[in-house]
C-alpha cells in the first residue's frame, strides 16, 4: 500500500513539475513605458551619432534628438518617440524596440 502512495506522489509531482514548466514558458515580459522606450530610443540615437558621424544628416537627426527628448520630458512621450525614430531612421539605422 505504501509503494502505491509513493507513486501517485511521483505521478503527481511529475505532472506539476510539468505543468509549471509549460507555464513558464508562455509568460510574457511586461510591455515598456513611453518613458522607458524614450529612453532607450535617446540611447540608440547617441549610439548612432558616434557611429555614423560621417552621415550627412547628421545635424538634422540631432535636432531631431533634441526635439523628442524635449517631447518625452513635457509628457509627450508619442511624440518624442516619433521624432527620436525619425532621427534614427536619418542615420540609417532601423530603431530598435525590446518589447517586441
Known amino acids: 500500500m505504501q509503494r502505491f502512495w509513493i507513486s501517485v506522489t511521483g505521478a503527481l509531482l511529475s505532472i506539476s513539475l510539468v505543468t509549471a514548466a509549460a507555464g513558464a514558458s508562455t509568460a510574457k515580459v511586461a510591455p515598456l513605458t513611453r518613458s522607458e522606450r524614450c529612453t532607450n530610443l535617446s540611447r540608440q540615437v547617441d549610439e548612432a551619432l558616434e557611429t555614423h558621424a560621417a552621415a550627412t544628416q547628421v545635424t ?3 535636432a531631431l534628438q533634441r526635439k523628442g527628448i524635449r517631447f518625452c520630458a ?3 512621450q508619442a511624440q518624442g518617440i516619433r521624432m527620436l525614430a525619425n532621427a534614427l531612421k536619418l ?7 525590446p518589447a517586441q
Do not use: F, I, S
Not at 542615420?91 to 524596440?97: A, E, F, N, Q, R
Open 60 to 62: 538634422a537627426a540631432k
Open 74 to 76: 513635457n509628457k509627450k
Open 91 to 97: 542615420l540609417g539605422v532601423t530603431p530598435v524596440d
